[in-house]
């Protein structure tokens, strides 16, 4: 099927940045919406941002002008650049994809997710 694999997690101090990337790779024949969730302990997973195949984007509102969301459509990429991090966006970060495999499915995939840790 379709594997997510996301990196660049990590612990960075408040007000620190991250980059984090996510590279689809299997049965792809084509990649629709991709985007970045995240759950923090105790809470449900919620939307961070999206981003079309065209680069239309969506952010949830308490996160738009921090997070970034851009993907690299050759590479089967998609990227969240955030900024300005505070405790509270600790949460471990997963990626999801919608695509059509080469077998003719059409779904949604998950990653296993990345951690962010943000503490002084």
């Known amino acids: 099927q379709v594997q997510l694999v996301e990196s660049g997690g990590g612990l960075v101090q408040p007000g620190g940045s991250l980059r984090l990337s996510c590279a689809a790779s299997?049965?792809?024949?084509?990649?629709?919406?991709m985007g970045w969730y995240r759950q923090a302990p105790g809470n449900k997973r919620e939307m961070v941002a999206t981003i079309t195949s065209g680069g239309s984007t969506n952010y949830a509102d308490s996160l738009e002008g921090r997070f970034t969301i851009s993907r690299d459509n050759d590479k089967n990429t998609v990227f969240l650049q955030v900024h300005s991090l505070k405790p509270e966006d600790t949460a471990v970060y997963y990626c999801n994809a919608v695509a059509i495999t080469t077998t003719g499915s059409y779904g949604g995939f998950w990653g296993q997710g990345t951690q962010v840790t943000v503490s002084s």
């Open positions: 299997g049965s792809i024949f084509r990649l629709d919406n």
